[in-house]
T-cell receptor
Framework: SQQGEEDPQALSIQEGENATMNCSYK?????LQWYRQNSGRGLVHLILIRSNEREKHSGRLRVTLDTSKKSSSLLITASRAADTASYFCATVPFGSGSARQLTFGSGTQLTVLP | DGGITQSPKYLFRKEGQNVTLSCEQN?????MYWYRQDPGQGLRLIYY???????QKGDIAEGYSVSREKKESFPLTVTSAQKNPTAFYLC???????????FGQGTRLTVV
């Protein structure tokens, strides 16, 4: 079952512009994570934001979390051609035990044009 | 260098064959996972293991089997019971469940 759903499915921007991707989820979470995947490769972890946090930054990345709306956004500022990749949100449900596994959305394909 | 290694990178399976995908990590992580990714889609959890000699089914375990005899290793066998095995398979590990996951580079399995 997919918990997170990204929006848009595909995004094309010019180099230097900002890119914003959104993620919505259905149930209460322990944390939400964003990952990046270059074509045909494994995923790389970008940021983890806990349910009691509202915003986190890492370099050119800014993640926000709104638990009342069950949504998160990933902002990439001053985008570069090398940012071209698929971006996935993944949620860990609130609670304990074997149900606390990462559940991935279907991803946003970002293309940054030079 | 610490990391997670999957092999082979490409694998071809004939109808009715079992094949095993290797996943090894030297990060000293307790938790390990297998995901399947189909074209243009997200990842779906096949199996996961939180500790040696223990593993749990994920959302799409039918037709797959795993073992966790060593902390470092979590091989996945795609059996002949898996009717549509062509996909990209990703192995991951994390210090504990629910924490940041580290992924291997994937194995692309094709049925011929």
């Amino acid at each position: 079952s997919q918990q997170g759903e990204e929006d848009p499915q595909a995004l094309s921007i010019q180099e230097g512009e900002n890119a914003t991707m959104n993620c919505s989820y259905k149930t209460s979470i322990n944390n939400l994570q964003w990952y990046r995947q270059n074509s045909g490769r494994g995923l790389v972890h970008l940021i983890l934001i806990r349910s009691n946090e509202r915003e986190k930054h890492s370099g050119r990345l800014r993640v926000t979390l709104d638990t009342s709306k069950k949504s998160s956004s990933l902002l990439i500022t001053a985008s570069r051609a090398a940012d071209t990749a698929s971006y996935f949100c993944a949620t860990v449900p609130f609670g304990s035990g074997s149900a606390r596994q990462l559940t991935f959305g279907s991803g946003t394909q970002l293309t940054v044009l030079p | 260098d610490g990391g997670i290694t999957q092999s082979p990178k490409y694998l071809f399976r004939k109808e009715g064959q079992n094949v095993t995908l290797s996943c090894e990590q030297n990060l000293n992580h307790d938790a390990m996972y297998w995901y399947r990714q189909d074209p243009g889609q997200g990842l779906r959890l096949i199996y996961y293991s939180q500790i040696v000699n223990d593993f749990q089914k994920g959302d799409i375990a039918e037709g797959y089997s795993v073992s966790r005899e060593k902390k470092e290793s979590f091989p996945l066998t795609v059996t002949s019971a898996q009717k549509n095995p062509t996909a990209f398979y990703l192995c991951a590990s994390s210090i504990i469940e629910a924490s940041e996951a580290f992924f291997g580079q994937g194995t692309r399995l094709t049925v011929v």
